[in-house]
């Protein structure tokens, strides 16, 4: 899809800073700004370069420009500063701001048209620029461009100067390096430093500002009636392709994505090319993971597992999607796969207990589209020794109770995806028998029986342990008064809060309900937690709802999943409403119908993608991660259903 902004849309710094893009390499690494060309978190910047997706360093932060003309000089870029110092102002001379995969930038200054370009290198820690300067006045206009570095850890800006050391084509700081190239001359000056303002940081009450450095600068004279060209190459590695192969390189990539990715509908192309940003690898493991969210997350078992059948497995990439799980498998302990690499290379962390059930049945989801037996052989192992763990008991108090049913989770353990935790407080504590992670563990049960087969052995132990489970769950979480399932069995007034986890009950692979529980599960999910933007976390008329997520860190997470609006389990009430409504046209177009914000979803906030949340009370602009992995993988899985109804549909039409 094509988004295209223009003054009206952009008339100040604060209204085109509403809007920011992103650009991945398939490492971990990004670029990302507003669509103003603004830094207004510390965690963006033109070069996050990433040696793994848990080391990722701001390089190259932002980039000042201005242009000298025969009236004077101005700015193209836009910043605030901390401390008072005047912003740079170059937000009132853009024209126009496109985004179609790529960014660009059109400017008009004093009889000059300035175009920019931007564009990253796949697989390479590498950024480009292209500026095009048309002068159209009646003397020479020069364009001159500063590059600004930070040289920290992404998310740790520095609070005072850093040393650094200038090399031939390159700039240092510690073991830290960026190359540059450029088609004119590099000017090389003195170390300075400027104190950026961040707005987004501070109204989340993160710190406001940080420190960059500048020490060259590349420099464009046009003369009067002349054209000209300038670029600019930065990486963290020897440069070897210039900046106009890299964008070339870039923008065939963005079309092939989309013509690849197998879906008619536009918006579904759109999100299939916002998949692709969130797949990288993982050199420890040898193969690729998927990063939950940009700008803050890296890559999460958890949100793995919920988005690859979506961003990897619906766009028909079997290969990144054998290779994901064999990255999990690897690193199983205990029954347990990772729920966190955390960032700087420190040990794993295990705190899961659904990652370890969701590879399973993303396994039997990959088996059943590929037929790969002999995948599903070499993980049999693995698979076998998480269903043990979890029948016999593993960490964090993850166990199977006599019913058969999973509880997990004691003190200050936090085991699901509503895992907050302030100090020694739990904003949603689910220590008990959560609604999903029964759902999932019942679904592996099944897919186990009908994968053990496929490495010699018997599935009639698993089969009759899922009798067992769905007997005690129907029994147990299913509210015939009300019309929905508990969402934890832990003794407290927790267990009947009206929550979005029990759609999971209806969506997995392998379910529970009968039809007529899951359609009155469906119906009252959407009157009390459906938006069109996500479902709520909680119902509104709990007394703990919480409408506003915003302001400090605490405030935050007390609001995180007690109310906040989610749009991944949107996909799965979408799912959802389509099988208890017999996956027919009609309720294709329903579902149809109800997307058709999605457009505009998709040019809110980070340009062609989905975000993490928004407000429980009324959803507007977005929050969180301005791109979320598992928000476009549910979304995905949703118009391939769409898609698929349709197609089978105009067959028997036919």
Known sequence: MRFAFDKQDMACPQQAEKTCWLLANGLGGFASASAAFSVTRCDQGLLVAARSPSRRSVLVHR???????????????????????????????????????????????????????????????????????????????????????????????????LPLTQEPGAVRCGDLIVYITSDHPLLWEPVSSERLYYADDEKDGRAPAGVAMRCCAAQLTVPAGGTGRLELVFSDGPIHTSGGEILRAAARRQRELAQASGFRDPAAQELARAADAFLADRPGAGGKTILAGFPFFGDWGRDTMIALPGCVLARGQYDAARSILRTFLAYEKDGLVPNLFPEGGAEPMYNSADAPLLLVNCLWLYHRRTGD??????????????????????????????????????????????????????????????????????????????????????????????????????????????????????????????????????????????????????????????????????????????????????????????????????????????????????????????????????????????????????????????????????????????????????????
């Not at 000298?68 to 193209?76: I, N, P």
């Not at 904003?427 to 592996?444: F, Q």
């Not at 529970?512 to 976390?537: A, K």
Request: glycine share 10%.
């Open 63 to 161: 980039l000042s420009e201005t242009l000298r003309t025969g009236a004077g000089q101005t700015f193209l870029s836009t910043q605030s500063f901390a401390g008072g110092a005047p912003p740079e102002d170059g937000c009132r001379r853009m024209v126009s701001f496109v985004w179609d995969g790529l960014p660009l930038w059109r400017y008009e200054a004093d009889g000059a048209a300035v175009t920019r370009a931007f564009a990253m290198e796949h697989g390479s820690n590498t950024a480009a620029v292209i500026y095009t300067v048309d002068n159209r006045s009646d003397g020479a206009v020069t364009l001159r461009v500063t590059p600004s570095f930070q040289f920290a850890p992404k998310g740790e800006p520095p609070q005072q100067p």
């Open 373 to 654: 037996d002999g995948f599903v052989r070499e993980a049999w192992p693995v698979l076998e020794r998480i269903v043990r763990a979890y029948q016999a008991g593993t960490r964090f108090a993850i166990a199977m109770d006599g019913d058969g049913l999973i509880q997990a989770g004691q003190g200050l353990d936090q085991v699901t995806w509503m895992d907050v935790r302030v100090g020694d407080v739990l904003p949603t504590p689910r220590h008990g028998k959560p609604v999903e992670i029964n759902a999932y563990w019942y679904s592996a049960l099944r897919a186990l029986a009908r994968l053990a087969p496929l490495a010699g052995e018997s599935g009639a132990a698993y089969d009759r342990l899922a009798d067992k489970v769905r007997a005690s769950f129907r029994a147990k979480f299913w509210m015939e008064d009300r019309g929905y399932l508990r969402d934890v069995l832990s003794g407290t007034a927790a267990d009947e809060q009206l929550r979005c986890n029990q759609i999971w009950a209806v969506t997995m692979p392998f379910t529970m309900l009968s039809h007529e529980q899951e359609l009155r599960l469906v119906e009252t999910v959407q009157r009390h937690l459906y938006t069109p933007y996500g479902l709520r976390t909680l119902s509104p008329k709990d007394p703990q709802f919480h409408p506003f997520y915003g302001g400090p860190q605490f405030e935050r997470d007390m609001a995180y999943h007690q109310g906040t609006v989610w749009p991944y389990p949107l996909g799965a009430w979408y799912l959802a409403y389509l099988k208890v409504h017999g996956g027919t046209p009609q309720a294709a177009a329903q579902v149809r119908r109800m997307l058709e914000n999605m457009p505009a979803l998709l040019r809110e906030g980070c340009l062609g993608q989905l975000p993490e949340i928004y407000d429980g009370g009324r959803p507007g602009p977005s929050k969180g991660c301005f791109a979320q992995a598992w928000s476009v993988g549910e979304l995905l899985r949703v118009y391939e259903a769409l898609e698929n109804i349709e197609q089978e549909a105009d067959r028997d039409a036919g």
